[in-house]
């Protein structure tokens, strides 16, 4: 993490304060930009000229960060400023002149309720080993999410967790557990190293910020599948194609063992996107959710993956729903439009033939 010292980005960073912004865009050619309520709107400012992208970067880099930025052209990590708070910043070129994507962190975790999100998420929280998965695509609250459950678990449990983060956006405070978080390119190298290393470190708990390359997901399984309760997020929509991604990533040789490891360790698929809400007031997760009971660990180990979204259209009981369930009932229940149930549903004529089917009064 870098303690910030600001001059040229001081009122950038209050206006997307004073307009609760969740990112901030600096792009050569449009005025500095703020994504709020999930769409970007732009400042009522002049367009950023190249050298000003350029002088607003280095003003964030010191002079580690400014040679690893050189030699690989992209860097994500953490800042800190005692005036606006925490944020993670992601550097990267374009057309040759380095800008900036900026995401302001949030000091402290929602609960439940105020994330929106099912009961179940907190009994897949409280499994003692095991892996769980939290999916969608980016800035789909997926980080907020594993967090939840992290800080859950540290008001639960005496235990060991430790995190690995790229970068680290929420500072867990001890409470019942012992907190290790380690950001990558800070603490650690990489997530498939770092990961390696943590097994030696008596963990209980392991965290995983993203897991993006076969390394990180076998070694992973492997924790999840000797008694270590694994959390981590994947860039998948849904239940489905994340059990396709993990074993599409290993050689074809591999893939029946890794499918067998995986029928036995998972515990549950939580995918999440987020809608607009209907009265404009900021966005709703709508959640798929997979839990591990007997059906869906053999549909695993049978490579029956297609099946899976019966097995969740019939799982209430244990908790689960499909993505278009969650939509129908966050439409119902006047959280969102019919429209954007429609848009994000998987199958919208499924939704379309529900809307019909209700009685008119």
Not at 99 to 116: M, Q, V, W
Not at 270 to 287: E, N, W
């Amino acid at each position: 993490m870098t303690d910030l010292s600001l001059n040229r980005m001081a009122p950038i960073l209050r206006l997307a304060h004073r307009s609760n912004a969740s990112d901030i865009h600096l792009v050569a050619g449009v005025p500095p930009a703020f994504r709020i309520d999930g769409e970007i709107i732009l400042a009522d400012a002049p367009p950023l000229e190249r050298d000003q992208t350029k002088a607003l970067v280095f003003e964030f880099l010191n002079p580690l960060q400014r040679e690893a930025l050189e030699r690989d052209w992209e860097l994500c990590f953490s800042v800190q400023s005692e005036e606006f708070g925490r944020f993670r910043v992601t550097v990267y070129y374009h057309a040759g002149n380095p800008e900036l994507a900026i995401r302001r962190c949030n000091t402290e975790i929602p609960t439940r309720e105020e994330l929106g999100l099912p009961e179940v998420v907190e009994e897949l929280a409280r499994r003692r080993s095991g892996l769980i998965l939290v999916t969608g695509p980016t800035g789909s609250g997926k980080t907020t999410t594993l967090n939840f459950m992290i800080d859950l678990i540290n008001s639960e449990r005496r235990c060991k967790i430790v995190t690995i983060e790229d970068p680290i956006e929420y500072v867990h405070r001890r409470k019942k557990a012992i907190i290790v978080q380690q950001e990558v390119r800070t603490d650690v190298k990489s997530f498939s190293k770092a990961l390696v290393h943590v097994l030696r470190q008596d963990p209980d708990v392991v965290c995983v910020g993203e897991m993006r390359d076969l390394e990180t997901i076998s070694t992973a399984l492997i924790a999840a599948d000797t008694g270590h309760l694994v959390i981590a997020t994947v860039h998948t929509p849904n239940a489905l194609q994340t059990m396709e991604r993990i074993v599409s990533v290993f050689p074809s040789e591999q893939q029946n063992q890794v499918t067998a490891q995986l029928a036995n360790c998972i515990e549950g698929i939580v995918a999440q996107r987020l809608i607009p809400r209907a009265d404009k007031k900021g966005r709703v997760p709508a959640t798929e959710i997979l839990v591990a009971n007997m059906a869906v660990r053999a549909l695993i180990r049978e490579n029956d993956f297609h099946k899976l979204t019966s097995v969740m259209e019939t799982g209430r009981r244990w908790g689960m729903q499909t993505l278009d369930e969650s939509l129908r009932q966050l439409y119902e229940g006047a959280q969102i439009t019919y429209d954007a149930a429609l848009s994000n549903a998987r199958d919208p004529n499924a939704l379309r033939r529900d809307e019909e089917q209700q009685p008119t009064v």
